[in-house]
Structures are given as C-alpha cells and as structure tokens.
C-alpha cells in the first residue's frame, strides 16, 4: 500500500471519493495524511472522520510562494508520503515541489485537457459552445495543467447547462476518475483510462 497524502483547499468532494474507493480496496493507497491551506476547508472534517492525520498549512502564513512549498514539502516528508494527489487544491506548487514529485504527484483539472487550461473551465467551455467537456486526473509537472494524462471523464453539454450545473455533472465524472487514477498510480489495477457520463448519448441532446 502506498502512503498517500491529499491536498485539499474546500469541500473535498474528490478527498472523499478517494478515502470511499480506498475503503472499497479499490485504490491500492495508504490515505496517510490530508493537507489543507485553509483552517475551514470542510475536507478536514471528512478526513477525521476517515481517521486519516490531517495538517493545515496556511498559504496566508509565508511571505513568499517557496516558503509555503517548502512547508508542504517538509509535512509530506514527515510522514514518509510517497504519493501525492492534488484535489480541489487551489494553490500553484513552484518547479522545486513539482519536479522533485514529478511522477508521484497528480492533479484533478475540471476540463478534458489540453482544452481550457487554468482557471473558469466550465464558463470557457459554454462560451465557446463545446458539446463535450469533462475532467482530467493528469501528472503534475512544472507547466501547469499539462502533465502526462492518467484518466479523463467526458460529460455532454446541455442546451440549457449554465456554470453551475455544468460544474457538477464535472464533479460526477471527477468522483469517478480520481480513485481510478490512482489505481493507476499504485499499480493496483489496469483501470479504465475514460469514464463516460451516463447522460453521454449521441445526438440525443437533454
Ligand atoms: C473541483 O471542481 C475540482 O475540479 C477543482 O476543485 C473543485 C472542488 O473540488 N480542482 P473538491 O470538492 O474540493 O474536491
């Protein structure tokens, strides 16, 4: 079982799909320590509840960016982390967090990359009048949104979709891709590498 530390900054609803597939057997992790950089993110309480240790490192905290990486860098150590999974973690981690994890980190990315990288996908992605659109679990690398692809979940657009019902068939297909990519990750199993949202039809529209 590999020691696993998740990184949250909220909800944690990808925090809990993790620790639920875990508990299933299904992820071939050690959920051993959860890291927050806000004291109110509500994945704190799911992880206690999960038992799993937990650490708040406050971004607000450090002067500079490599300050606040070096502490995430320094928790992950103490507790022997030897994978990292980045989710609804909304701080940039600089190159000398990056590459030394480079291969044992990944990050969830509410778009079906290389489409809309950054910030507002869901937003982007009704702009610009796409029929699919998804998630991404890919490898974190020093350019952001842009490592190696693990798993991506693909979700139609409706006609009458705004941002925030758009965002939470995302959060769906998310839920699903996270533990699979970390089945990757462990070599727990030959996971399925796309999840297809039930609502998926062809030309079927709503
Ligand atoms: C998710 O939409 C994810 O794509 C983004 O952060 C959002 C919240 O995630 N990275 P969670 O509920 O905190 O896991």
Same mark, same amino acid.
């Given at each position: 079982m590999r020691r696993t530390a998740v990184l949250i900054s909220g909800n944690g609803s990808n925090l809990q799909a993790l620790i639920d597939a875990t508990t299933r057997g299904?992820?071939? &992790?050690?959920?051993s320590l959860v890291i927050a950089n806000k004291t109110d993110a509500f994945g704190l309480v799911r992880a206690s509840r999960a038992g799993i240790p937990t650490k708040v490192i406050d971004h @607000?905290?450090? &002067?500079h960016r490599a300050q606040f990486d070096q502490a995430i860098d320094a928790m992950l150590q103490e507790f022997d982390i030897e994978l990292v999974c980045l989710a609804g973690f909304m701080r940039i981690l600089g190159d000398a967090v990056t590459d030394r994890w480079q291969g044992r980190m990944v990050n969830v990315h509410? %778009?079906?990359?290389? %489409?809309? @990288?950054?910030?507002n996908t869901h937003e982007r992605a009704l702009a610009a009048g796409v029929r699919i659109h998804g998630c991404t679990v890919h490898q974190v690398t020093a350019e952001l949104d842009d490592g190696p692809i693990l798993v991506q979940g693909a979700v139609p657009v409706l006609d009458n979709d705004d941002v925030a019902s758009l965002a939470a068939r995302v959060l769906e297909v998310e839920h699903q891709c996270y533990p699979l990519a970390l089945a990757h990750l462990t070599g727990r199993s030959i996971a399925p590498r796309l999840v297809l949202h039930p609502d998926l039809h062809t030309g079927q529209g709503e």
């Open positions: 299904e992820t071939g &992790a050690d959920l @607000k905290r450090y &002067a509410p %778009s079906l990359l290389p %489409s809309f @990288k950054g910030m």
